[in-house]
């Protein structure tokens, strides 16, 4: 039971459905697609984007939280789960095989989506600036990745805990597009949280900074990460408990 | 060899197994036998890890089954054959279970071969039957050549000839060594397969021993002579329950040959002394019958 085992175990489950073809398929496509369109339409449209970052990647970031919660709810949904602890009877570390593949697969994709769309910018857009000069210029293209996969993290934390497909692709779909945003318009309260919700961080986390959170983007990437973490290990303490 | 001892599972109120213990040897197909909602699945699902016990625990070839080291190399177990990804390869599916306990990626295609998958292999499961899912859990539970096998109602909704070739499936991998423990509640099944029986009803262990054992537990033994009175009088005299049958006299709790004998000393004559094995399904509906959880009460039905 080598780690390189588990984690091929991992991927082979993950590459050999269909739906998280789909999913990557439309994350990348979406973000290039819609950013192309964009910037055919209203050239130099994309130059003003809040802090430079490309706002088409909330909706890539959307369907790599729906392909990392499903990858675990499809498991309890045809009982796969049980062949796993059956074949991996440490729980701890047949979660953390799937934690790794499901953070490189969406880091990848995030990466992929995020160039994708520099490439699409630079190939049919002669008004916006594409120059990577500066080390924020390199990080808005770059940063994606790690956000894509910590977010992944926190969205299969989540899958683990409800288990139920419904359920858990509801909560990260509506948390990050609605749930934070009501939060936000709480009196008194929202204001004081807002700076502290995990996906207004990813997507500063996305920016060259400057926006008025406390954190630099490194910091809410940083603060995402360590959340998403949080969360992985009481859904691995949760799954060591309950029966399968 | 699988040891449980104790086990006991409860959810909320109801104790779904309770302070269960049996063995199962190696060697021979051992039919874990019990009615619909007995615990068999929830025994099993203990024995691999899957739900903890409340109290007790079961070894797997000495060991728990979390301290197997690839457990999929000492145990093979197919409790549901719909555990599998509808949209997955059968090859898939093998595949991925092969690699995590670090198995040759070659298994996948000899347990294919030996449960006759080959031609399908690269179909997705969602598409199988019952018959071919079956055998699909059969290769995921062979893919280890493992020493211990759990069968959880193999045969449920198979047709005769799929039926068939579990059975002997099952004796083969027995004859050769293995420890077997399949499930049921068909009766007239493990009679065929199973050479040791383990019963439960209720969670509880019911009874434990070799099959013909315990369809010989139902028997009950036929006399007829010239003088039915004398011989049911020195029956009784012997400590024999007696019912008087139109066929002659049924005696319950002998064999023929202390019932002969009994007759024979008190000097009587014999037409007729034949054993009359009852049925597996009467020996067990005899044992379990406090234990059915789900009884009918026969409402409706004058007394």
């Known amino acids: 039971m080598s780690a390189a085992g588990l984690i091929a175990a991992e991927r082979i489950k993950l590459a050999s459905?269909?739906?998280?073809?789909?999913?990557?398929?439309l994350?990348?496509?979406?973000?290039?697609g819609l950013t192309g369109l964009l910037v055919l339409v209203e050239p130099g449209g994309m130059a003003d984007a809040p802090g430079g970052s490309n706002p088409f990647l909330l909706f890539g970031l959307m369907l790599v939280l729906v392909l990392a919660a499903v990858s675990v709810t499809t498991e309890y949904r045809y009982s796969t789960i049980r062949m796993t602890f059956e074949a991996v009877p440490n729980r701890t570390a047949a979660v953390l095989a799937k934690t790794v593949v499901v953070a490189v697969v969406s880091g990848v994709i995030g990466l992929v989506a995020s160039l994708g769309a520099w490439a699409a910018m630079w190939l049919l857009d002669p008004l916006s600036d594409t120059a990577l000069r500066t080390s924020d210029d390199w990080w808005v293209v770059l940063s994606p990745a790690p956000v894509f996969a910590a977010c992944a993290v926190l969205a299969l934390a989540v899958g683990i805990l409800v288990r139920h497909t419904a359920a858990a692709v509801s909560i990260v779909l509506v948390w990050p597009l609605m749930g934070e945003q009501l939060v936000s318009f709480i009196p008194g309260f929202g204001p004081a949280v807002q700076p502290w919700l995990p996906f207004v961080n990813a997507g500063n986390a996305m920016t060259a900074g400057g926006g008025d959170l406390p954190f630099s983007p490194v910091g809410s990437l940083a603060y995402v990460t360590g959340l998403a973490a949080a969360?992985?290990?009481?859904?691995?303490?949760?799954?060591?408990?309950r029966d399968a | 060899m699988i040891e449980v001892r104790g086990l006991t599972k409860r959810y909320g109120r109801t104790t779904a197994v309770d302070d269960l213990t049996f063995d199962v040897r190696p060697g021979t197909v051992t039919g874990f036998l019990g009615p619909n909602g007995s615990g068999k699945s929830t025994t099993m699902r203990m024995v691999l890890g899957l739900d903890r016990p409340d109290a007790g625990e079961a070894r797997v070839a000495g060991k728990r089954y979390a301290e197997l080291r690839d457990p999929l190399r000492t145990v093979g177990a197919l409790l549901d054959a719909k555990w599998v990804h509808p949209n997955r390869s059968a090859r898939s599916h093998l595949r991925w279970l092969a690699r995590a306990n670090g198995l040759p990626a070659g298994r996948v295609d000899e347990v294919l071969d030996t449960v006759g998958l080959t031609a399908v292999a690269g179909k997705r499961a969602g598409a199988f039957s019952l018959g071919m899912s079956q055998r699909l859990g059969i290769a995921a539970a062979l893919l280890g050549d493992p020493q211990v096998l759990l069968f959880d109602e193999p045969v449920n909704g198979l047709d005769p000839e799929g039926i068939l070739w579990i059975r002997r499936l099952m004796q083969r991998l027995a004859a050769e060594g293995r420890t077997v423990l399949v499930s049921s509640h068909l009766l007239s099944e493990m009679a065929l397969t199973a050479t040791e029986l383990v019963v439960i009803g209720r969670g509880r262990l019911v009874a434990q021993g070799p099959t013909a054992q315990f369809v010989d537990s139902g028997a009950d033994v036929l006399v007829r002579g010239p003088r039915p009175d004398a011989i049911a009088a020195a029956l009784r005299a012997a400590g024999f329950e007696v019912a008087e049958e139109q066929a002659g006299l049924l005696v319950t709790g002998g064999t023929t040959e202390r019932v002969g004998e009994a007759v024979g000393a008190a000097g009587l004559v014999l037409h007729e002394l034949t054993l009359r094995r009852g049925s597996l399904e009467e020996a067990f509906m005899e044992i379990?019958?406090?234990d059915v959880e789900y009884a009918s009460t026969g409402a409706g039905v004058p007394a």
């Open chain 2, 288 to 290: 379990t019958k406090q």
């Open chain 1, 231 to 241: 969360l992985l290990v009481a859904a691995i303490v949760v799954v060591n408990r």
């Open chain 1, 27 to 32: 994350a990348v496509a979406g973000v290039i």
């Open chain 1, 17 to 25: 459905v269909r739906s998280p073809w789909w999913c990557a398929g």
